[in-house]
């Protein structure tokens, strides 16, 4: 059964930084594309960024220059640097992964780590 496993949220003041961190476990064979999603309070879950497993990266405008996505696909591992956060980036940050497992190919959710920018 493949677990994705993720750390790294916290409370930052505006202007900080933090990085999240999320692992796949447990009967992986190949992962394509892992993305980082977030939901604020009362809105719809986001898209953030995503890579493929070639490195190739796709960012959402309202973090463009700001965040930053990286994998290591030895690890089954994605990470996201983000920089310069504002209050409004405050939400529940999700893991992504597009797993092909014992399972066949599959869409896995991370459990969510809350991600809170204040002063």
């Known amino acids: 059964q493949v677990q994705l496993v993720e750390s790294g949220g916290g409370l930052v003041q505006p202007g900080g930084s933090l990085s999240l961190f999320c692992a796949a476990s447990?009967?992986?064979?190949?992962?394509?594309?892992m993305a980082w999603y977030r939901q604020a309070p009362g809105k719809q879950r986001e898209l953030v960024a995503s890579?493929?497993?070639?490195?190739?990266?796709n960012y959402a405008d309202f973090v463009k220059g700001r965040f930053t996505i990286s994998r290591d696909n030895p690890k089954n591992a994605v990470y996201l640097q983000m920089n310069s956060l504002k209050p409004e980036d405050t939400a529940v940050y999700y893991c992504?992964?597009?797993?092909?497992?014992?399972?066949?190919?599959?869409?896995?959710w991370g459990q969510g780590t809350q991600v809170t920018v204040s002063s």
């Open positions: 447990g009967g992986i064979y190949n992962i394509y594309t």
């Open positions: 890579i493929t497993r070639g490195g190739t990266t």
């Open positions: 992504n992964q597009d797993v092909f497992g014992n399972l066949g190919r599959r869409n896995y």
